[in-house]
T-cell receptor, first 111, second 114 residues
Framework: KNQVEQSPQSLIILEGKNCTLQCNYTVSPFSNLRWYKQDTGRGPVSLTIMTFSENTKSNGRYTATLDADTKQSSLHITASQLSDSASYIC??????????FGAGTRLFVKA | ETGVTQTPRHLVMGMTNKKSLKCEQH?????MYWYKQSAKKPLELMFV???????ENNSVPSRFSPECPNSSHLFLHLHTLQPEDSALYLCASSQTTGVYNEQFFGPGTRLTVL
């Protein structure tokens, strides 16, 4: 069964600290993996996309990694800011528009 | 207006009501999507339209009826809903349904069924 599992379910960190969010997937076939950020009351916004041959992609303070052998991805946030408080969703594309979404990690950044 | 807009942002309806959700994209995209987002659950794809033709109907109950009159507009008609249909309904669009096309999401309609 195609699944995307994210951990932790929620996370609280202090402003300025780093954190890493995890995504494990059992999806076949695999085309690409995206990380989305979803602010409260807003739709998700794409942060990064990685294909099978890419193992790291950065977008400002966000760095995503992909290990296609172990079917794991992570999203590392550096020097967190209050505006990073949001849900982070891992999404695996299996071809065309067919995507499998994770349930997300809810991140709270405290001052 | 830019991006993807959705109206209304909030909707409360009874189980016998009929209502419609509206989505409009100003990005010149050819594909549009409806998703359901329930608390602490992954987004569920409901419908996909490409060039105004429905290409996916993901086992959605008939009480949800989509309509795509043109490539910029997408509606979700609601009829005889159940309380478990209460959720955030997200609309998205992409240039095409191709594998690398980023989907751009609207802010969603928060639906409560009493």
């Amino acid at each position: 069964k195609n699944q995307v599992e994210q951990s932790p379910q929620s996370l609280i960190i202090l402003e300025g600290k780093n954190c890493t969010l995890q995504c494990n997937y059992t999806v076949s076939p695999f085309s690409n993996l995206r990380w989305y950020k979803q602010d409260t009351g807003r739709g998700p916004v794409s942060l990064t996309i990685m294909t099978f041959s890419e193992n790291t992609k950065s977008n400002g303070r966000y760095t995503a990694t992909l290990d296609a052998d172990t079917k794991q991805s992570s999203l590392h946030i550096t020097a967190s800011q209050l505006s990073d408080s949001a849900s982070y969703i891992c999404v695996v594309n299996t071809g065309g528009f067919k995507t499998i979404f994770g349930a997300g990690t809810r991140l709270f950044v405290k001052a | 207006e830019t991006g993807v807009t959705q109206t209304p942002r909030h909707l409360v309806m009874g189980m016998t009501n009929k209502k419609s959700l509206k989505c409009e994209q100003h990005l010149g995209h050819n594909a549009m999507y409806w998703y359901k987002q329930s608390a602490k659950k992954p987004l569920e794809l409901m419908f996909v339209y490409s060039l105004e033709e429905r290409v996916e109907n993901n086992s959605v109950p008939s009480r949800f009826s989509p309509e795509c009159p043109n490539s910029s507009h997408l509606f979700l008609h609601l009829h005889t809903l159940q309380p478990e249909d209460s959720a955030l309904y997200l609309c998205a669009s992409s240039q095409t349904t191709g594998v690398y096309n980023e989907q751009f999401f609207g802010p969603g309609t928060r639906l409560t069924v009493l």
